[in-house]
């Protein structure tokens, strides 16, 4: 959406929206993945 917007504001905040969106879900899923990691390892030691 970003690219296609051609100049149009109002396009181009909802690009920028959903490349915010996509970064944090991304940023969300990694985490989860390492606290998932860090409670499975912490388990195996005991």
């Not at 051609?6 to 991304?26: C, F, N, V, W, Y």
Request: no cysteine; aromatic share 2%.
């Amino acid at each position: 959406m970003l690219m296609t917007s051609q100049g149009d504001p109002a396009r181009t905040q909802e690009g920028k929206e959903h490349l915010t969106s996509a970064i944090m879900g991304l940023l969300f899923v990694l985490l989860a993945i390492g606290i998932l990691q860090t409670i499975v390892k912490t388990l195996i030691v005991n």
